[in-house]
C-alpha cells in the first residue's frame, strides 16, 4: 500500500509539472497562430522584408472600391509632398494618385518622394472651396482630387525601418 500511495504522489507531481508545460505550449502556439492572420500584407517577417505593391485604383473605382471609415494598407507607393506640410500625393507603379494626410509628418518625410508602407483610414474628402482655402489647393489640385471623395488619413507611414507615427 505504501508502494501505491507513492506511485500516486510521483504520479501528481508529474501531472503538476506537465500539464502547466502543455497549457503554455497550446497557448503560445493559439496566439502565434492568431498574430499571423492579423498582420496581413503590413507583416515583413512573412515576405523575407519585400512587400508586394499596392495598386490604388480600386481604393478609387470598381466593385471594391473604399468606402468611408475602411482601414486600407498600402505597400511600397511613393509619397510625396502635398501642397500643406501634412498632406501628402501617393502613386503606385501605374501613376494613380491619392491625397494622404500625416499628422505627424517630420520634415525628413517632407523632403524626398520615398517608397513607403501606409496604413490609415479612408476619409471624405472636403468639398472644394475648403480644399482651396484651408487645404491650400490649386485649382488644378481640386479638379483632379476632387472627383476621388476621398483621402487617406494615415495612421503610420513606415519607410526602411522607420515609422512616422501620427499620434
Request: proline fraction near 5%.
Amino acid at each position: 500500500m505504501a508502494a501505491s500511495n507513492n506511485n500516486k504522489q510521483h504520479l501528481l507531481a508529474l501531472i503538476a509539472v506537465v500539464l502547466p508545460m502543455l497549457i503554455c505550449v497550446v497557448v503560445v502556439a493559439a496566439l502565434w497562430g492568431a498574430d499571423w492572420g492579423m498582420v496581413g500584407d503590413m507583416d515583413y517577417s512573412s515576405t523575407g522584408g519585400e512587400s508586394t505593391p499596392s495598386c490604388i485604383r480600386p481604393l478609387l473605382t470598381g466593385d471594391v472600391a473604399a468606402e468611408i471609415g475602411d482601414m486600407v494598407f498600402l505597400n511600397d507607393v511613393r509619397l510625396q509632398p502635398g501642397p500643406e506640410p501634412k498632406l501628402f500625393v501617393v502613386s503606385d507603379a501605374t501613376g494613380t494618385r491619392m491625397l494622404v494626410a500625416l499628422d505627424a509628418a517630420n520634415e525628413a518625410i517632407r523632403a524626398t518622394p520615398m517608397a513607403v508602407d501606409i496604413k490609415g483610414l479612408v476619409r471624405r474628402l472636403p468639398a472644394s472651396g475648403i480644399l482651396r482655402r484651408q487645404w491650400k489647393f490649386t485649382k488644378d489640385q481640386v479638379q483632379f482630387f476632387g472627383p476621388q471623395k476621398i483621402y487617406i488619413a494615415a495612421e503610420y507611414v513606415r519607410r526602411q525601418n522607420q515609422d512616422a507615427k501620427t499620434n
